[in-house]
């Protein structure tokens, strides 16, 4: 289920002092934009005109923090534009992209926009940035202090060896070990194996 957000109640889901300059952005690509509900597999989207009358579209998630909602936004936006000078000829997250969504991001730091932990994981994530804001697992776990998170749930890297956790859909899954950038785990009812980024949130299994 989406909504198209009115323009003016974007302001209220973006930090103090950014309106302005992503209605920038959102008014020159003349950008359908939608306020979309929480999305296990995406934080946003983004697709280009048809052809048959639709214009350039942004959804991004509403659940999101505010920092998080803005970086998501320019991270579509980014899409956009890289799309507007090389259409489909490029790669999605390629080096053209990189590049275009470096150059938005630099719109916004040092500015007194961003609380420190955050601009400082965005500086750092500027020089190469992920296909979302969840692939930088360092500006994740900053951003993930801003969310209204339950004191039950937590990132797999913050258990300890063999708890006990519940996904969102309800399986109840062992911690094991390790194995370079993710962790073993074994899901208990079907003893199958599966391996999980260390900044998955889980709720803890009793």
């Known amino acids: ?31 359908h934009l939608t306020v979309a509900r929480e999305r296990k597999s995406i934080l946003g989207d983004y697709r280009p005109p048809d052809g048959r009358g639709k214009g350039h579209r942004i959804s991004v998630n509403g659940s999101l923090n ?14 956009l534009i890289t799309f507007n000078k090389y259409a489909d000829r490029v790669l999605s997250h390629g080096k053209e992209w990189k590049y275009e969504y470096g150059l938005i991001l630099r ?39 801003y969310d209204n998170t339950p004191d039950t749930h937590f990132f797999i890297e913050q258990l300890p060896p063999d708890q006990l956790f519940k996904t969102k859909d309800g399986r109840v899954f062992r911690k094991g070990e390790k194995i370079r950038k993710r962790y073993r785990c074994e899901e208990v009812a ?17």
């Open 107 to 145: 719109d916004f730091v040092g500015k007194n926009l961003l609380p420190p932990d955050v601009e400082l994981a965005v500086r750092q994530s500027m020089t190469n940035p992920g296909a979302s804001s969840c692939a930088d697992d360092q500006l994740m776990r900053v951003l993930r202090n």
């Open 190 to 206: 079907s003893r199958r194996i599966y391996l999980f980024s260390p900044i998955y949130e889980v709720e803890l299994a009793s």
């Open 1 to 31: 289920m989406k909504k198209q957000a009115p323009l003016n109640a974007l302001a209220s889901y973006l930090p103090t002092g950014t309106f302005e300059q992503v209605m920038d952005f959102i008014t020159t690509h003349k950008v």
């Open 66 to 79: 505010k920092y998080a909602f803005l970086l998501t936004l320019l991270h579509e936006i980014a899409h």
